[in-house]
């Protein structure tokens, strides 16, 4: 995946993963859904996650509102955060590029 700088409306996607079954988790009694960015400066930024459908195929979504969202250039680290009645615990980390501008 590859994002603009300073992108807004920007769908950055993350599916997570059962790390016992290898398939899709069922997200849709998540009582708390977040995505934890690691900029390339290594700062941490964390935001609320939606889910893509209902949950029922792990995928969640937020999307950018600000230019800051997508900023600096570079390569940036996400994982998702959840906590179901069943489970509490973190994605596998995702790589994105989020390109420069002139």
């Known amino acids: 995946m590859a994002i603009q700088q300073g992108a807004i409306k920007a769908s950055i996607l993350v599916t997570y993963i059962n ?5 899709p988790m069922d997200l849709s009694n998540a009582t708390t859904k977040n995505l934890i960015f690691r900029r390339p400066t290594g700062e941490l930024v964390t ?29 940036w680290r996400v994982q998702a955060d959840v906590i179901k009645p069943d489970y509490e615990g973190r994605s596998r980390i995702g790589v994105y590029f989020v390109y420069p501008n002139l």
């Open 47 to 75: 935001k609320p996650a939606e889910f893509v459908t209902n949950g029922v195929d792990g995928k969640l979504k937020y999307v950018t509102v600000t230019a800051d969202d997508t900023t600096p250039a570079g390569t």
């Open 19 to 23: 790390p016992d079954t290898g398939a």
